[in-house]
């Protein structure tokens, strides 16, 4: 299974909440409305803000819809190897 690299930008987060309606199963929104990865294998933890996690090809794909979403480009995606796959480079 491919591995993706997750960043959510808090600079950036404005709380609008899409990531969470398109994928709520990698993402969540905190005490201050800022968004942060969940990973479904692992406890739930609202602080966290950048998480690598293996995920299917489906996962993949929701993943990134859920970037796409974003109004702010506030979250990054990146593959194995550490490349950026979201947003363009």
Known sequence: MPKLTIKVDLNLCIGAASCVTVSPTFFGLNEENK???????K???P??????IE???AQKEDIILAA???PT???TVFDEEGTQI????
């Open 35 to 41: 968004a942060y990865v969940k990973d479904p294998a």
């Open 43 to 45: 406890e739930e933890k």
């Open 47 to 52: 602080h966290i803000h950048e998480r690598e």
């Open 55 to 57: 995920v299917t090809d």
């Open 68 to 70: 796409q979403s974003c």
């Open 73 to 75: 480009l506030a979250i």
């Open 86 to 89: 979201f947003p363009s480079p």
